[in-house]
Each structure stands twice: as C-alpha cells, then as structure tokens.
C-alpha cells in the first residue's frame, strides 16, 4: 500500500523534486567571517548605492579583495547573487564586495560601469581601515555582472567611464577577473535581428545596435582585450543558449593571443546560470578560488 501511494503520488511530487535539485544550495555564515551589510560604497547626488562587505575575522592582513557583480540582464538581479561566494573565499583570507548597481530601468551605460569602478575605488579607499592589499584587487560577476567585470578589467582608464561615484583619487583597475558565463561580444548579439539577450543589449546601452553599432563595439570587452589585460578566468556551460560559450572562448583566444594569462572551466551539458546549482557550485567556488590564490597572491 504504502508503495502504491507514492506511484500515485509521485506525478505531483515530481516538479519540487525537480525543483530542489535546480535551487541554490543553502547558505550559511562562517563563524570565522564578518558581514557589513548595506555599506553605502558610492554616491550620486541623493542616490546611494550599497554593497555587503565580507571579511575574514583573523588573521594578520592586508587581505586581498573581491568585488562582486551580479547578473539578471542588467536589468534585475540581486547583490546577495555572490554571497556564499565571497564568504568562502573570507574564509581563505579574502575580503569580499558585493555590490548594487544601477540597472537599465534607472540609467544607461555606462552608469553601471561607473558603479562597478567605484566600487574599486572604495576598497583602495578603506583599504587601511579594512586591513587591505590596496594592490591585490579582483572582480567577479555572471553574466550581465560578467560582462561589467569583464569590460572592468580590460578598459582604457577613460574619464568618461569612470563617473563621479566618490573616491576619485584611487585608481579602479583591478589585477584578476572571475567571469561566469558572460556576455562579453555584445555585437553578436547587436547582428542578431531577434533575441531576448539582444533586447536586453538594447535597454542596457539605451540604443538598439542599428542605431549605434559604434557604442556596442565600444562597450563589448573583447574590443578592448590586449596586451595590457590582467589575467582572467572564464567558467561557462557548453550548453549555455542565452550566452553561448564561444563568447567566453573567443575572449580567451584574443587574450592568449595577446600574452595574457587566461583559463577557461568548460561545465559540460550546463547551462546558463549553471554555477549557483549542483552540481557545479563546489567545482567552480574550488577553480575560482584557485584562480585568485594563483594571481592575487603576495609578491
């Protein structure tokens, strides 16, 4: 009897079983990290941008640091994407930024690339209070945030994509980039005449690619990928159709070309948003901490 009703009940039970092994494992705090949260990292007039700060609560510093940048499309998304993230890599000695940014409902680009930047600076900033390596810093975003990170890590220190989020006398370069599945040839999408990632390009640069294909190209990393580029780590899902990973691939292969060091986490049969879900969580926090161990390290 007992087995007779669970074949019965099984079709209902089967979507949140399903469900269950799609979710986010749990997450809990370390004993041996400190949050700060909703520490307002930049302002822009009354607008005040916020981010929660992960540090370890021992050991001797300076820390290296992370900034974190979520996905959603530049259009959603939250800055608790990273949490369980930046709290492991506390526990390895590592502090961690996780940050808001203004979204394409508020403001165009390169406003989030400002923010993104300003929330370098502020670390360079707090760097002697918070018992940082003002000259080890990192980013890592996925998706959308993989994009800013990506474009973060390789743009020419411009004015004008710098913006007047506070701070402006710290340099917002960064020496690591962890890029999860990200869109960094936004032209692709611009050549394409029907896609939801390519609307989502169009609210977030404020133009549809016809209009201005010179400002998708300008915006699109691997137009500025190069001899100057810090090392980058690239983890993506072969099976990925809202970015597909010969993004990530083309990236790679215009860095190698240039001398840089770069590395690629292929997760076969994944797709997009794979490294949030089992099984792939625990294998790309292990490579990605592994990749800012290598290339943050002390000198």
């Given at each position: 009897m007992p087995h007779r009703l669970l074949l019965l009940l099984l079709p209902a039970l089967l979507p949140t079983l399903l469900l269950a092994q799609r979710q986010d494992p749990p997450f809990s705090l370390p004993e041996s990290v400190e949050l700060r949260r909703n520490l307002v990292y930049?302002?822009?007039?009354?607008?005040?941008?916020?981010?929660?700060?992960?540090?370890?609560?021992s050991g001797p510093g300076p820390f290296p640091a992370v900034v974190y940048v979520h996905g959603g499309g530049w259009k959603n998304g939250s800055k608790t994407a990273f949490s369980r993230h930046a709290a492991h890599m506390a526990t390895r000695g590592y502090a961690g930024l996780c940050i808001e940014y203004r979204l394409s409902g508020e403001a165009t680009f390169p406003a989030a690339l400002h923010d993104v930047k300003a929330a370098v600076r502020y670390l360079r900033a707090q760097a002697a209070s918070l018992r940082l390596d003002s000259s080890r810093i990192g980013a890592a975003g996925g998706s959308a945030g993989g994009h800013l990170v990506a474009l973060l890590g390789v743009s020419p220190q411009?004015?004008?994509?710098?913006?007047?989020?506070?701070?402006?006398?710290?340099?917002?370069?960064?020496?690591a980039v962890a890029a999860f599945n990200p869109a960094v040839d936004l032209v692709a999408f611009g050549t394409l005449r029907s896609n939801d990632a390519n609307n989502s390009v169009a609210a977030f640069l404020g133009a549809p690619f016809t209009a201005k294909p010179d400002l998708w190209k300008d915006a699109t990393p691997i137009t500025h990928a190069g001899k100057h580029s810090p090392p980058f780590l690239f983890l993506h899902g072969d099976a990925d159709t809202t970015v597909p990973i010969a993004q990530s691939q083309k990236m790679l292969d215009t860095l190698k070309a240039a001398g840089i060091r770069a590395e690629i986490l292929v997760a076969p049969g994944a797709g997009h948003g794979f490294f949030n879900r089992p099984p792939w969580f625990e294998p790309t926090l292990r490579r990605m901490a592994e990749f800012f161990d290598a290339t943050l390290a002390k000198p």
């Open positions: 930049a302002r822009y007039g009354q607008r005040e941008l916020k981010a929660d700060l992960y540090l370890p609560k411009r004015p004008e994509w710098e913006g007047d989020g506070g701070n402006p006398t710290h340099s917002s370069a960064v020496q």
